[in-house]
């Protein structure tokens, strides 16, 4: 096993894709450092277009591999990553763990030289989970104060916050020797928080849990993804409550990994920790250096880590909604006067910006810890995502431009004038979907902020905790005019259900904003709550000829007289249950099956969504639900 970091820094600025004669180069895991060194000093000045073809076997990354700009402004060639035929090359950022020891009964350990906190384990193939309480713990309310001078750099003003949460003292509950290791989750409805804590003290039969600052204050602090400091609360990530088959936990400070069995030798199993946060980085440095003309074909990608978000050395995961993440405290916990400035996406394991002309085509991600598999992040044009499975992830499998976008070029935020650019021409198609955001659950599966022409066509997505696409952003209650970026984006023909398994209050196909010129249409949607949800200031829409079979709930939901412009006609619905308070929206040409069987014209619906004859054979033959990472944790036990 050849456990070399690959780094590849081959500068394309591109134009237009071209047909040219092109440079081959051959890799296998312990040849394509080498590999590389050549074809990134082949890439200078490029004159033909470069191949390389991965052999089969695993190719451990330390660092991802990186892709950036040069500066031949007119190059017109490609670089090509490829399976070679019949083989399966797998790009990992995980690192294989010897020299278990057993402890007693199931109990086992490993050293591992990492200093940062562990979020999946692999033994033998299968994902195991933190260890952590067996069922919900009620908090008891908020203890402490912590002052905010309104001057930080991650501050929008002056204010105070909660310290910490006080919790009740019991078995699954106590001082735990590495409090800086510990997590408590809570959803609530659409939301969900990851507080990562500093330090607890037991105070007779009560925990107090100090939380890391700021990130604490950032993410407690929100106005309508708002606290429930007396809801329920899984702990998780403490040596002490590592008693269940499938659990382990990490001590960073010793170094050592305890993993408590199954059943497994552990002195014969193969057993994978992530440690390389990302694997690709397809990133220009603006508008007029960018990079591009990649394409990543045919290849596995797996086993990355990520360590939540950070702000001022303290870390947590304070969802606002979708892959929105807070960043800043608010005084008022209202994020929307801010122009979204106060909220950012992680990196993905693939990160592309400032890019454009990148292809990313029948390539398998599976077992990633990351917050999202593809981020097509800022600044990006004609980008394809066509033909490639998602399974058994953490977050998301894509997500396409950024919250700050609200406006192109204002300077604001994370984005200098000259680097932000909206992300448009983007077409992700005929994707196989299962098992994502198994652990950051108010992602949809695939997602997109303000962007433009951006297409979600022919997808296949099933089998998640929240919606299944989510396009656009800005709420009409949000005291800023309207954002001008989006228009003509599309959601058509794709096959979407079984969602909302942990979460509520979002839809199959979720819509937000004003995206003038926007369509949803031969859709085929099923078992959800809300199926097509225009939120709170979304017009622009035209939603026709879709065929939503059952319903939890209803099967449209517009949701306030601040949605407007918005056709619905000539859909297929077995139960006709929706809400229209929009102004001047007509729902016309429903036909509606409660009680007779479906007309050819719905089926013919059904038919056509979801992957084309092309892509069919993505689909896994043995594909099997992976283990829950959280015991207890149905939807009616979600406070």
Not at 62 to 75: R, V
Not at 104 to 120: F, I, M, T
Not at 235 to 258: C, I, S, T, W
Not at 483 to 512: C, E, P, Q
Request: glycine residues 10%; aromatic residues 10%; proline residues 4%.
């Amino acid at each position: 096993m050849n456990k070399k970091s690959i780094v590849f820094i081959a500068g394309i600025v591109a134009c237009a894709l071209s047909a040219h004669a092109q440079k081959t180069f051959v890799a296998t895991p312990a040849t394509l450092q080498k590999v590389m060194k050549q074809v990134g000093a082949a890439a200078k000045g490029m004159k033909t277009d470069i191949v390389v073809t991965l052999h089969g076997g695993e190719y451990e990354l330390s660092e991802p591999l990186t892709f950036g700009p040069n500066s031949s402004a007119n190059n017109t060639h490609t670089i090509t990553l490829r399976a070679a035929a019949g083989e399966t090359p797998v790009i990992s950022g995980g690192r294989h763990v010897t020299g278990w020891k057993r402890i007693h009964g199931n109990l086992w350990c490993a050293p591992l030289q990492s200093d940062h906190k562990l979020r999946s384990l692999f033994v033998n193939g299968k994902r195991c989970r933190m260890a952590g309480s067996r069922q919900l713990i009620t908090g008891l309310g908020a203890y402490g104060e912590y002052d905010i001078k309104g001057t930080e750099p991650w501050a929008m003003g002056p204010g105070k916050a909660a310290l910490g949460i006080k919790m009740p003292a019991g078995k699954e509950m106590m001082a735990f020797g590495n409090p800086e290791d510990v997590e408590l989750v809570q959803n609530v409805v659409w939301n969900e928080k990851i507080l990562c804590v500093k330090d607890m003290q037991k105070w007779g039969d009560t925990i107090a849990v100090e939380l890391q600052q700021p990130y604490g204050a950032i993410l407690t602090n929100l106005k309508w993804a708002k606290m429930k400091w007396q809801g329920g609360f899984f702990v998780r990530n403490a040596k002490e409550l590592l008693d269940d088959p499938g659990e382990f936990y990490f001590d960073r400070k010793a170094h050592m990994l305890y993993y408590m069995s199954d059943g497994e030798d552990m002195t014969q199993a193969t057993v994978i920790v992530p440690l390389t946060e990302g694997l690709v980085r397809i990133i220009g440095r603006d508008n007029a250096h960018r990079a591009g003309n990649i394409t990543l074909e045919g290849l596995t990608f797996c086993n990355d880590a990520w360590n939540l978000m950070q702000v001022a050395g303290s870390r947590g995961f304070g969802g606002i909604q979708s892959l929105g993440l807070a960043t800043k405290y608010i005084p008022d916990g209202n994020w929307h006067p801010s122009k979204y400035n106060s909220c950012d996406v992680p990196d993905g394991t693939i990160e592309i910006r400032s890019a454009q002309n990148v292809k990313i085509v029948r390539n398998h991600f599976r077992d990633l810890s990351s917050a999202v598999a593809i981020n097509i992040d800022n600044d990006d044009n004609n980008i394809e995502v066509t033909g490639n499975t998602f399974i058994d992830l953490l977050g998301s499998a894509v997500s396409v431009g950024h919250p700050q976008h609200y406006e192109i070029g204002d300077g604001e935020g994370r984005f200098a004038k000259g680097v932000e650019g909206v992300c448009q021409n983007v077409n992700i198609s005929n994707n196989y979907v299962r098992y994502v955001s198994e652990d950051f659950r108010q992602v949809e599966a695939m997602n997109g902020f303000f962007v433009k022409n951006v297409s979600f066509t022919h997808n296949d997505i099933a089998e998640v905790p929240y919606g299944a696409i989510s396009l656009g952003w800005w709420w009409g209650n949000a005291g800023i005019p309207e954002s001008k970026v989006a228009a003509a984006n599309n959601i058509s023909f794709n096959k979407l259900g079984n969602t909302h398994r942990v979460l509520t209050d979002g839809g199959i196909i979720y819509m937000l904003g004003r995206q003038p010129g926007s369509v949803c249409a031969d859709n085929y949607l099923y078992n959800g709550p809300r199926c097509i949800y225009p939120d709170d200031g979304s017009s622009g829409w035209t939603i026709k000829h879709n065929f939503i079979n059952s319903v939890r709930q209803m099967w449209l939901h517009i949701d306030s007289d601040r949605d407007y412009d918005i056709t619905v006609d000539d859909n297929y619905v077995k139960d006709n249950y929706l809400k229209n308070s929009g102004k001047g929206v007509l729902v016309t040409n429903m036909h509606v099956y409660r009680n007779i069987p479906f007309s050819d014209e719905a089926l013919a619906i059904e038919k056509k969504a979801g992957l084309e004859p092309a892509y069919t054979s993505i689909v896994p033959v043995d594909l099997q639900e992976p283990p829950s990472l959280y015991i207890d944790m149905s939807p009616k036990k979600i406070q």
